[in-house]
């Protein structure tokens, strides 16, 4: 599944005050095994958070039970791995069939995610995007208020709820984007959204992807795009 640092930090603050987290980062073909069959599991933790690339998702699914899968995007950035991206949908898509009970929180406005069910998908689905998606959000981004280098504003409703600002402390649509998904996991896992949006507003970058600097008074930024 694309899931990338930052949504395993966004959900790990979500999911703060319930002892959570045996945070999995990155999990590839090769340490699939080591990582989730041979290592003890930490028994004072009450949730594991799995980053997982996209190639072993269909592996990982055959091995454990999962009460949440979140997906972010599919675009053509991975092509140099993969070819096309008809197989990158295939491989989340069955992925996804081998997880029936699982609440599949996906990305409404990306075609390529809405592709991954149908009418007859058994998953509850929790859909996140903006006014423009293909399917109607669950978790709607209503605006955008402000964005700068340090920060982004915005406002987003829920269908049970009154539209709620949010002040988080990272740049750029993307993250915005980011916070919506980790909106909807914590819906998921109900955790209720008040709770969910002061953790999203304490929020900071994780190490190396979003750096300032200060160099001869002169505030530097450093961003990992890739």
């Not at 980062?25 to 041979?38: A, G, K, S």
């Not at 690339?53 to 454990?64: L, P």
């Not at 709607?140 to 402390?169: A, C, M």
């Amino acid at each position: 599944i694309a899931a990338i640092a930052l949504i395993a930090m966004l959900l790990m603050c979500l999911l703060g005050g319930c002892r959570p987290t045996q945070y999995i980062e990155n999990i590839r073909e090769v340490e699939v095994r080591d990582t989730l069959i041979i290592t003890e599991p930490d028994t004072a933790s009450m949730h594991a958070l799995i980053e997982c690339d996209e190639a072993v998702f269909r592996q990982i699914s055959r091995m454990i039970k999962v009460d949440t899968v979140v997906v972010t995007n599919i675009f053509e950035d991975q092509l140099d791995r993969f070819g096309e991206i008809s197989y990158i949908k295939n491989v989340i898509k069955t992925a996804i069939e081998n997880q029936p009970k699982a609440t599949l929180c996906l990305n409404a406005n990306n075609p390529n995610v809405v592709d991954l069910v149908n009418s007859k998908s058994p998953n509850k689905i929790i859909w996140f995007g903006d006014k423009d998606a293909v399917k109607t959000p669950d978790i709607l981004l209503k605006k955008i208020t402000h964005t700068s280098i340090d920060n982004s504003e915005f406002e987003v409703s829920t269908k049970n709820d009154k539209s709620l600002s949010i002040n988080l402390n990272l740049p750029g649509e993307y993250n915005i984007n980011n916070a919506l998904a980790a909106l909807a996991a914590a819906k998921a896992l109900d955790i209720k959204t008040e709770t969910a949006i002061d953790s999203l507003r304490n929020v900071s970058a994780s190490f190396g992807r979003a750096e300032k600097l200060l160099l001869k008074n002169t505030p530097l930024h450093f961003f990992l795009i890739k």
